[in-house]
Nanobody, 120 residues
Framework: QVQLVESGGGLVQPGGSLRLSCTAS????????MGWYRQAPGKERELVAT???????VYADFVKGRFTISRDNAKSTVYLQMNSLKPEDTAIYYC??????????????WGQGTQVTVSS
């Protein structure tokens, strides 16, 4: 079993920044896809960003130019640098690690989530 632990959430003013971290309980392989998702009250969980082993990142339109995802396989950690935060970014942010082979999900692990609140 793989456990993911998120940290770095908190309260920040609009326009501010936060950096989220997620550390896995085992070594992370380059084949693993790591990502961040978020869920606001009353809404479905949505993708924020993912990053592959080669550093190739995919972002949701609503965070492009503001958020940056990165990973450190040696530290079994994925990060999400969030800048220019908006109130609508308020949500619980979840870390995710997937292994995908030819479009099939071999495993899919989730963290417990960390709360991000953007408010004056």
């Amino acid at each position: 079993q793989v456990q993911l632990v998120e940290s770095g959430g908190g309260l920040v003013q609009p326009g501010g920044s936060l950096r989220l971290s997620c550390t896995a309980s085992r070594i992370i392989f380059s084949i693993d896809v790591m990502g961040w998702y978020r869920q606001a009250p009353g809404k479905e969980r949505e993708l924020v960003a993912t990053i592959g082993g080669g550093g190739d990142a995919v972002y949701a339109d609503f965070v492009k130019g503001r958020f940056t995802i990165s990973r450190d396989n040696a530290k079994s950690t994925v990060y999400l640098q969030m800048n220019s935060l908006k109130p609508e970014d308020t949500a619980i942010y979840y870390c995710n690690i997937r292994k995908v082979l030819r479009g099939a999900v071999l495993y899919d692990y989730w963290g417990q989530g960390t709360q991000v609140t953007v408010s004056s």
